[in-house]
């Protein structure tokens, strides 16, 4: 069985997506924000895999109200990240994957090629255009993996990688696709900018 993990942050103006607040505003980019992860849990629950969210904080949202969460633990992403694969790589897992909620291009097809891949793979990676990555999916966990990544940098998949490769894991680059942070980045999704200019 491969389990899915979505990181999430409560969709709140001020708490998400502050590089891009600062370029539309608080208001804005929580919308932006909002719509990403609404079309994230869409993906989760069209692609057939066991899935869970890992909240930043708790919630009363509605988004969350029918949604199986728990709360990541760790002083940084690095961290978050090896303990919430850690929670799902149970006795009877074949793999767990981990994504973010900020990419519009991640579609069902892509988190079934990483159960796929994890068939033969210790490490799964989806780029990210912006140098990291959009989706990591791993068979075996080591903490080594995330040692002395410098996360929110242009050098994060290069890190990983280099980390994967130290603890001779056999890994699989997926497509690269792109995630949300900036007014250049939103700009290649003209239904975001209708939604953000008409409100």
Known sequence: MISLGIFAKPPQPGRVKTRLAAEIGAERSAQVYR???EHTLAVAQACGLDYQVFLSDNSDDDL????P????????LGERMYNALRLMLGDDSDGAILVGSDCLDLRPRHLLDAARALASHELVLVPAVDGGFALLGCRELDPELF?????STAGVLDQTLHNAKSLEYRYSLLETLRDIDTLQDLEHYPQLVRMI???
Do not use: A, H
């Open 64 to 67: 969350f109200l029918e949604e």
């Open 147 to 151: 040692r002395g990544v410098r996360w």
């Open 69 to 76: 969460f728990s709360l990541q633990r760790g002083r940084d």
């Open 197 to 199: 200019t008409s409100s």
């Open 35 to 37: 719509y990403c992860l």
